[in-house]
């Protein structure tokens, strides 16, 4: 029997497992990932590198069409290059962290990366995993499975400070916050759970535990279409 083709989206603010319970979910259901916030900061990254004003929304709207943005969609080895290079580690420093908000604000950049969202999606043969903070919202409001993962900020902040090596998690717990409050209030796609997603509380959760509830639910969905 063939096993059903399934689209999950994955939602949440930074810090809750996203990317660790999806790139997990997908390896062990024979899935594509795709991590959209990669893609933000990809067009980020090549904003910084040829100067665009990131103050200036005009500025970055006019060239939002410009790079190549090609994400590879392999949960274990995840790739993504802009222009032809290789951009996987430049994109997660903190220059770049710290202006993906502003840049992902731009309605024309919103558009441009959804459209390449969508059809990466649309193009997964045996189904996908994707994740962000508007997939099942806005990037694919028919996603067959929708997941909102939370966490309270002190359990993301430890997390997240975890995965930068940093100490200091108060300090990560404030930047958290801050870039929930620019991420929900955005005018374009802001940060929301959408009506039909199933919320999942991963504070008190391990990884592996999060990661069996989302494949329990993805196998529940597979099994009723």
């Known amino acids: 029997m063939e096993r059903a083709t399934v689209i999950v989206a994955i939602d ?13 979910v997908a390896a062990q259901l024979g899935l594509s990932y795709l991590d959209t916030g990669a893609q933000y900061r990809a067009i980020t990254w090549w904003m910084v590198t040829n100067g665009i004003d990131i103050d200036d929304p005009s500025a970055i709207a006019a060239v939002a069409g410009k790079p190549e943005i090609i994400s590879g969609t392999d949960p274990s080895a995840p790739t993504i290059t802009v222009d032809g290079t290789d951009v996987a580690a430049s ?7 710290s202006k993906v908000s502003a840049v992902s604000a731009v309605p024309e950049v919103r558009a441009r990366i959804t459209e390449l969202q969508r ?25 067959d499975l929708k997941i909102f993962l939370t ?21 990560t717990r404030e930047a958290l916050l801050k870039r929930d ?3 929900s209030s955005r005018k374009a796609s802001p940060l929301a759970k959408a009506d039909d997603a199933v919320e999942v509380d991963t504070s008190d ?13 993805v196998e529940e969905k597979r099994a009723a279409k």
């Open 12 to 24: 949440g603010p930074s810090g809750t497992g996203k990317s660790s319970t999806s790139k997990a």
């Open 91 to 97: 994109i997660r420093t903190q220059e770049v962290t």
């Open 119 to 143: 059809s990466i999606a649309a193009d997964a043969e045996n189904g996908i995993v994707v994740e962000g903070r508007d997939i099942g919202t806005t990037v694919l409001p028919d996603a």
């Open 151 to 171: 966490a309270s900020p002190e359990a993301r902040a430890a997390r997240r400070s975890g995965e930068l090596k940093s100490t200091d998690v108060q300090a």
């Open 181 to 183: 409050a620019a991420d």
């Open 205 to 217: 959760l391990t990884l592996q535990q999060v990661i069996e509830c989302v494949v329990t639910l």
